[in-house]
C-alpha cells in the first residue's frame, strides 16, 4: 500500500498539466492553454499535450508553431492520424516546397499534384545590361545598347507523380514531374525564355530522415535559339532535429551541353555540396542555406569565364498572418570566383575576375480558397563586378495568380 499510493499520485500528477490544459481549451482560452504546455516539461512525453498545443495555436492562427507541435505528436505517436492529416494541410498551406517530402505523412498508395503559376510583370533591365556608357568605356568603341526593359507575361506548369510502395519494402516512394517555365516578354522578344524540365526521384523515409535521389533534364530556349540541354542529379537528405526544425544537407551534380556547334566551347560541368536548416518562429518559417560549388569546362579551347568557384548564401522568412494571408522575403548572395582576367584589347589587366550577386526578393500572398493563391511580389537584384559588361541593376515586379491540387 506504502508503495501503491506514490505511483497513484504520480499518475494523477502527471496529467494535472494535460488536464488543465483541456479546461483552458473547452473555454476557448487558448493562449493559457498553451503556457499550460510550455510550462510542463514533466509531460513533454505525452503526445496529447502536444496535439492540444497544436491546435491551441491554429486556432490563435500561429500556424508554425502548430506545425511544430503535429511533428511532436507524429515522433511520439507516428500512428496519429488527426496529427499526420493536420500536418500535411500546413505543410501545403505554408507552401514548403523545399520541404515538400513530408516523413511524417501517411500517404495513399500513388498521388498526383499539378500547380500552375500565371503572372504578368515588368523587368527594367531585361538583358541585363552595364549601360551604353559603361560598355563604351570598356571596349573603346561608342554605340553599345544599354538596358532594355519590357513587359512580359510568365506561366509556369508543374505535374507530378508520387508512389509509395507496399509494406514489404515500407518508406520507399518513386517521383517523376514534369515542368515548363515560359516567359514571354512584350517588346524585346530576343530575351524570351522556354525550359522544360523531366525529373525521375527515388526516395526512402525512415523513421526521422528523409533520403531523396532526383534526377532533372532540361531543355532551354533563349537568346532566339535552342540554346542548350542541361543535366542534373540533385541528392539531398532531410533531418527533423528539434521543435520543428528541418536539416537539408545537400549536394549536386550538373552537366552542360550547347546545341549550337558554335557555343560548344561553352559546355561545362559543376560539382557542388550544400547544407541548410528550416526552422519555425511562432508564425514565421525561416530558412538559411549555404552552398558551394565548381564548374568547370569540358573544352580545352573553352571560352572565357566559365572556370569558376561560387559561394551562395540565401536566408528567408516567410510570415503567415493567417491561413490566407502570408509574406515571404528572401535575401540571396553569391560570390563568384573566375580563372580568367577582366582585360580587354583597350584595357590590358591581369587581375582575374570577380562578382558579387545580390538579390532581395519580396512576396505578399493572399488565398482567398485553398488551392489558389492570388501575389504581389518585386525582385530586385544586382550584379558587383571588376569585368564592366556583367554588372547590372534590375527591378522585376508581378501580379500573379497560381493554381494547385
Known amino acids: 500500500m506504502k508503495l501503491l499510493l506514490p505511483l497513484l499520485c504520480s499518475t494523477v500528477l502527471m496529467h494535472a498539466s494535460y488536464t488543465k490544459m483541456l479546461h483552458y481549451y473547452d473555454k ?73 517530402v513530408n516523413p511524417y505523412e501517411i500517404p495513399s498508395r500513388g498521388v498526383w499534384r499539378t500547380k500552375a503559376d500565371l503572372s504578368i510583370g515588368y523587368d527594367t533591365n531585361v538583358n541585363a545590361n552595364p549601360g551604353g556608357d559603361a560598355l563604351d568605356e570598356y571596349y573603346g568603341v561608342v554605340g553599345n545598347s544599354g538596358p532594355l526593359s519590357s513587359g512580359f507575361l510568365r506561366f509556369i506548369g508543374d505535374i507530378g507523380y508520387t508512389y509509395h510502395f507496399n509494406d514489404s519494402k515500407k518508406g520507399w516512394f518513386i517521383q517523376s514531374g514534369l515542368n515548363i517555365y515560359n516567359q514571354s516578354n512584350f517588346s524585346a522578344h530576343f530575351y524570351d525564355f522556354l525550359m522544360g524540365t523531366i525529373t525521375l526521384a527515388t526516395g526512402y523515409t525512415g523513421k526521422n530522415y528523409t533520403f531523396y535521389l532526383p534526377f532533372n533534364y532540361n531543355n532551354i530556349d533563349y537568346l532566339d535559339r535552342n540554346l542548350m540541354q542541361r543535366y542534373q542529379f540533385l541528392p539531398r537528405v532531410i533531418i527533423p532535429v528539434f521543435n520543428g526544425s528541418y536539416l537539408d544537407i545537400n549536394a549536386n551534380y550538373t552537366k552542360r551541353e550547347y546545341r549550337k556547334e558554335g557555343d560548344k566551347h561553352n559546355d561545362s560541368n559543376s560539382k557542388g555540396v550544400g547544407a541548410g536548416i528550416y526552422f519555425p518562429i511562432q508564425s514565421s518559417l525561416a530558412h538559411l542555406n549555404l552552398n558551394y560549388e565548381k564548374r568547370t569546362s569540358e573544352n580545352d579551347l573553352s571560352n572565357q569565364f566559365i572556370d569558376a568557384d561560387f559561394i551562395t548564401f540565401d536566408a528567408g522568412l516567410k510570415h503567415s498572418f493567417n491561413s490566407s494571408l502570408y509574406v515571404d522575403i528572401a535575401y540571396t548572395y553569391r560570390y563568384g570566383d573566375y580563372e580568367d582576367d577582366i582585360g580587354s584589347p583597350l584595357l590590358p589587366s591581369l587581375i582575374t575576375r570577380v562578382d558579387k550577386f545580390n538579390e532581395i526578393d519580396l512576396k505578399f500572398a493572399y488565398l482567398p480558397e485553398k488551392n489558389m493563391e492570388l501575389y504581389l511580389r518585386n525582385t530586385y537584384a544586382n550584379n558587383r563586378s571588376n569585368y564592366i559588361p556583367t554588372e547590372y541593376n534590375k527591378n522585376i515586379f508581378m501580379f500573379g495568380m497560381t493554381l494547385s491540387y
Do not use: C
Open 28 to 100: 476557448g482560452e487558448y493562449l493559457e492553454a498553451i503556457k499550460e504546455a510550455k510550462k510542463s516539461f514533466s509531460e513533454y512525453d505525452n503526445p496529447k499535450l502536444h496535439l492540444l498545443w497544436a491546435k491551441s495555436a491554429q486556432k490563435l492562427g500561429h500556424i508554425i508553431e502548430a506545425m511544430g507541435a503535429y511533428e511532436r505528436v507524429m515522433i511520439l505517436a507516428p500512428e496519429n492520424q488527426e496529427a499526420s492529416k493536420a500536418l500535411s494541410s500546413i505543410y501545403k498551406s505554408t507552401h514548403r516546397e523545399g520541404l515538400s
